[in-house]
């Protein structure tokens, strides 16, 4: 399995409030590019990770390792691409429950997400998935509580979506 990847927001809680209070616009990654508010990606872009949503498709490969990102590189899904954000699901409120612990729920959550998605079971396939967890900060700073399941080709690219794909 690939490695786990977390997002989180590398902006600290003052900047936020001092940036809220302002009315400025917060300075980084821009909105993913879509023809339509929740429509589909329109070009590539490194997009803020809080407006990836699921049927995005990504290029995993260009991700860099951090352990911490703002921004994931999207792509329209007709253009070749190794990502795709397949699922997620919204944490209840709570006390951060630590790294290991986001990690193993979402991938548990992903895992039972994948047979659904792409047709056969995770073991059976060439493909793999992997989760973007919320970060301490994002979780404390901004209440991010999202885990997001990334089907990830392990570099092969490929157009479409691949929903079904039972590979």
């Given amino acids: 399995m690939s490695p786990t990847r977390r997002v989180a927001t590398s902006v600290a809680a003052p900047a936020l409030l001092l940036l809220a209070l302002s009315g400025c616009a917060l300075l980084g990654p821009e909105d993913a590019p879509r023809e339509s508010p929740g429509g589909q990606i329109t070009e590539s872009a490194d997009a803020d990770v809080f407006s990836v949503q699921v049927g995005d ?3 995993a ?3 860099e390792d951090d352990t911490e990102m703002e921004s994931l590189p999207v792509v329209p899904c007709a253009d070749p691409h190794d990502g795709e954000i397949i699922a997620q699901t919204e944490l209840p409120e709570g ?3 630590g ?3 986001l990690v193993a729920q979402g991938e548990e959550f992903c895992a039972a997400e994948f047979e659904t998605f792409v047709g056969i079971p995770y073991d059976d396939s060439a493909l793999y998935v992997w989760p973007l967890t919320p970060s301490q900060g994002g979780w404390e700073t901004v209440d991010d509580r999202v885990i ?3 089907l990830d080709t392990d570099g092969e690219l490929v157009t479409g979506t691949l ?3 039972a590979r």
């Fill in 148 to 150: 997001q399941c990334v």
């Fill in 61 to 63: 490969s260009a991700m």
């Fill in 99 to 101: 790294d290991d612990a």
């Fill in 57 to 59: 498709c990504i290029n």
């Fill in 95 to 97: 006390d951060f429950p």
């Fill in 163 to 165: 929903k079904g794909a």
